[in-house]
T-cell receptor, first 115, second 113 residues
Framework: GENVEQHPSTLSVQEGDSAVIKCTYS??????FPWYKQELGKGPQLIID?????GEKKDQRIAVTLNKTAKHFSLHITETQPEDSAVYFC??????????????FGKGTHLIIQP | KAGVTQTPRYLIKTRGQQVTLSCSPI?????VSWYQQTPGQGLQFLFE???????NKGNFPGRFSGRQFSNSRSEMNVSTLELGDSALYLC????????????FGPGTRLTVT
C-alpha cells in the first residue's frame, strides 16, 4: 500500500517568516495530494490540495508544489501569522473518493509560530 | 451550509463493550469515510460508504464495522472494545465517490478503560 513520509515533525519559525513542510509518497499511482490543518480539539481542515496533472497551486499565503518524478510534494506558507500555529498533515490517494486505501496520511508537522 | 457533525463528542466505555458512533455529512454529500486517529499510528483509514454500500476498507479487524443510511448519515460500530481502541474517530464527507475533497467532522473521542 501507499506510504507517506512527512518532515519535519516539529517546525518553529518567527512570525512573518516562511514555513515549508515536505512529504514523500511511495505509490506512483497516487494522483491526489491534500493538506490538512488540525487545531487542538478540532478535526482536520482541508486547506489546499493538488492533483497529479498540476505542478503548483497557490491560495493567498499558501502554496503546494508537486514533483511526480521524485514523488514528493511540499506545503509553503509565507508571511506566517500566530493563527498558523497548528498540526499540518499531508496525504495521498490513488483513486476516487479516497481510493482503495482511503487517504494515506503523513505523521504530521507541529508548526509553531514564534512572536 | 452546516459542516460534518459527529455524535457523541466524547465517550467512555469499558473493555469488552461495544460502541456506536454517528456521523451526519455535509448536506448533499453522499460519500462518508471513517478514520481513526491515535498519537502512535496517526490518521488511519477505516472504511468508506457511498450509496449505502461499503466501497473501500482499510486494514482493521472485523470488530470495526459501519453502515450508511438512505439519507447518507453513517454509523460505525466497534464490538468487543480493547484498550487500544481508545482514539479520536473522525468522519469525513465527500460530494460523491470520485470527487476527492474530503471534509472532516470534529471527531468522537473514545476512551476505553
Amino acid at each position: 500500500g501507499e506510504n507517506v513520509e512527512q518532515h519535519p515533525s516539529t517546525l518553529s519559525v518567527q512570525e512573518g517568516d516562511s514555513a515549508v513542510i515536505k512529504c514523500t509518497y511511495s505509490d506512483s499511482a497516487s494522483n491526489y495530494f491534500p493538506w490538512y490543518k488540525q487545531e487542538l480539539g478540532k478535526g482536520p481542515q482541508l486547506i489546499i490540495d493538488i492533483r497529479s496533472n498540476v505542478g503548483e497551486k497557490k491560495d493567498q499565503r499558501i502554496a503546494v508544489t508537486l514533483n511526480k518524478t521524485a514523488k514528493h510534494f511540499s506545503l509553503h506558507i509565507t508571511e506566517t501569522q500566530p493563527e498558523d500555529s497548528a498540526v499540518y498533515f499531508c496525504a495521498a490517494s490513488t483513486g476516487s473518493g479516497g481510493g482503495a486505501d482511503g487517504l494515506t496520511f503523513g505523521k504530521g508537522t507541529h508548526l509553531i509560530i514564534q512572536p | 451550509k452546516a459542516g460534518v457533525t459527529q455524535t457523541p463528542r466524547y465517550l467512555i466505555k469499558t473493555r469488552g463493550q461495544q460502541v456506536t458512533l454517528s456521523c451526519s455529512p455535509i448536506s448533499g454529500h453522499r460519500s462518508v469515510s471513517w478514520y481513526q486517529q491515535t498519537p502512535g499510528q496517526g490518521l488511519q483509514f477505516l472504511f468508506e460508504y457511498f450509496s449505502e454500500t461499503q466501497r473501500n476498507k482499510g486494514n482493521f479487524p472485523g470488530r470495526f464495522s459501519g453502515r450508511q443510511f438512505s439519507n447518507s448519515r453513517s454509523e460505525m460500530n466497534v464490538s468487543t472494545l480493547e484498550l487500544g481502541d481508545s482514539a479520536l474517530y473522525l468522519c469525513a464527507s465527500s460530494l460523491l465517490q470520485g470527487i476527492y475533497e474530503q471534509y472532516f467532522g470534529p471527531g468522537t473521542r473514545l476512551t476505553v478503560t
